[in-house]
Nanobody, 118 residues
């Protein structure tokens, strides 16, 4: 099973951009859907975005649609979440997760903190 590790979080001002990276290892990365989730303090973890393993089809939560973009580079076993026009409500720990052929997210990273100040 592929293992994933996120990187790229940080502290930014509202309106700024960040790109999160998700590095895969130990499996055939291209077989896995890669999902992005986040958890803000005192809130449940929520779905942010997903990129499928076939045709790189993406989906987004309504709260980030039009601002965040998922992509992947299977040759490098990497996935990315480009986050534009960040807002304070985007502040959270962001996780990437892997799902073999979309059968459920079973491999999770340790999370990376994103803090957006107004």
């Amino acid at each position: 099973q592929v293992q994933v590790v996120e990187s790229g979080g940080g502290s930014v001002q509202a309106g700024a951009s960040l790109r999160l990276s998700c590095a895969g290892s130990g499996g055939t990365f291209s077989d896995y859907f890669i999902g992005w989730f986040r958890q803000a303090p005192g809130k449940q973890r929520e779905f942010v975005a997903e990129i499928k393993s076939i045709n790189d089809i993406t989906s987004y939560s309504d709260s980030v649609k039009g601002r965040f973009i998922c992509s992947r580079d299977n040759a490098k076993d990497m996935a990315y979440l480009q986050m534009n026009n960040l807002q304070p409500e985007d502040t959270a720990v962001y996780y990437c997760a892997a799902s073999l052929w979309g059968r459920g997210y079973t491999s999770w990273g340790q999370g990376t903190q994103v803090t957006v100040s107004s």
